[in-house]
Nanobody
Framework: QLQLVESGGGLVQPGGSLRLSCAASGFTSDYYTISWFRQAPGKEREGVSCISSSGMTANYADSVKGRFTISRDNAKNTVYLQMNSLKPEDTAVYYC???????????????????WGQGTQVTVSS
């Protein structure tokens, strides 16, 4: 059974940091890219970051560039999103998303992706 489980969300003050984790199971024989999306109340889902199947390349939305870092540990089938200098506008539910049989990232079209995690809430507030 293919499954994605996010963790690490929570409440943090502006300027603070959080690290999200996404544990993937059931994908052991595949190669796949992993992305993070987020959705704030009343807004559409937006792509935040993506990492290639090898972990060698990554890209970021302009809104998070320089503040967020994505990484993956393929031995643990886990992807991380380190979020620094958090702002209130980063408040959203964050989703881990997989595109199977893909080696490189290619945009953030929602329908392009195969599997979604349940999401983890990130709230940035004083």
């Amino acid at each position: 059974q293919l499954q994605l489980v996010e963790s690490g969300g929570g409440l943090v003050q502006p300027g603070g940091s959080l690290r999200l984790s996404c544990a993937a199971s059931g994908f052991t024989s595949d190669y796949y890219t992993i992305s993070w999306f987020r959705q704030a109340p009343g807004k559409e889902r937006e792509g935040v970051s993506c990492i290639s199947s090898s972990g060698m390349t990554a890209n970021y939305a302009d809104s998070v560039k320089g503040r967020f870092t994505i990484s993956r540990d393929n031995a643990k089938n886990t992807v991380y999103l380190q979020m620094n200098s958090l702002k209130p506008e980063d408040t959203a539910v964050y989703y881990c998303v997989v595109k199977r049989f893909a080696r490189s990232c290619s945009g953030y079209t929602v329908s392009f992706y195969d599997y979604w995690g349940q999401g983890t809430q990130v709230t940035v507030s004083s």
